[in-house]
């Protein structure tokens, strides 16, 4: 897909189903370049499940909940910008991914979210005026190498969310945190590695305590 618009979509549903995505990719593997999402009416606009993908020089903007929702894939985003998002920019579940060369801007939750066993890469990256920068959780590890951070409530957050799986990771170099906000929410048996400093958890019950609304982010309503 190359040199499109995609403005004001809903999701497809009948009866008796619905899709969660404006746009969704199923075992297709799939090129995005030089393509606008704006406007959605639905719970992703941008949804790839189970198979491989590029984005390239791509834009979301004013995203009614998450920008893009990646389930069991293998991809790439590069040279892409996020603004105005509701809920998370990027958000994957069971998927390796590498990002390189993103803005985010005023995400309503996340910036970046991984779960459930991704692996996640990131380099070159700005995030500004959002809730929570980065979230790794359920026994998923992000790795960053040049990041900057500017007036985000939570930094970096690392915990178990679903009982069936188990920590998050997050090793971070060459990182900038600017502004008021909190630095770090680290659960027990979570850790990161920031700057070359070993920083293992201690709070506990992170994903109930203090995420989801209750404290930072939004709340999850399926």
Not at 203 to 220: C, F, H, I, M, T
Request: charged content about 25%.
């Amino acid at each position: 897909i190359k040199n499109v618009i995609f403005d004001r979509l809903s999701y497809p549903r009948s009866d008796e189903w619905k899709l969660t995505g404006a746009v969704t990719f199923y075992k297709s593997p799939v090129i995005i370049e030089n393509v606008k999402f704006r406007n959605n009416l639905s719970e992703d606009y941008l949804n790839i499940k189970q198979t491989e993908f590029r984005i390239h020089n791509s834009e979301f903007e004013n995203i009614s909940s998450d920008a893009f929702d990646s389930d069991f894939c293998s991809g790439v985003i590069e040279n892409t910008k996020f603004k105005q998002i509701t809920n998370d920019a990027i958000d994957v579940s069971g998927t390796k991914i590498n990002c390189k060369n993103i803005e985010v801007e005023y995400a309503g939750d996340k910036a970046f979210s991984a779960g459930e066993g991704s692996t996640m890469v990131l380099e070159q990256v700005k995030i500004s005026n959002s809730e929570i920068a980065i979230a790794s959780k359920d026994k998923s590890t992000i790795e960053i190498d040049g990041i900057a951070i500017q007036n985000c409530k939570i930094g970096y957050t690392a915990y178990q969310k679903k009982s069936e799986w188990g920590s998050g990771t997050i090793r971070s170099m060459n990182s900038i945190f600017n502004g008021d906000g909190k630095e770090l929410l680290i659960e027990m048996n979570s850790k990161i590695l920031l700057n070359g400093s070993l920083i293992n958890g201690n709070l506990e019950n992170v994903a109930v305590d203090y995420l989801y609304g209750k404290e930072y982010g939004r709340k999850s309503i399926r």
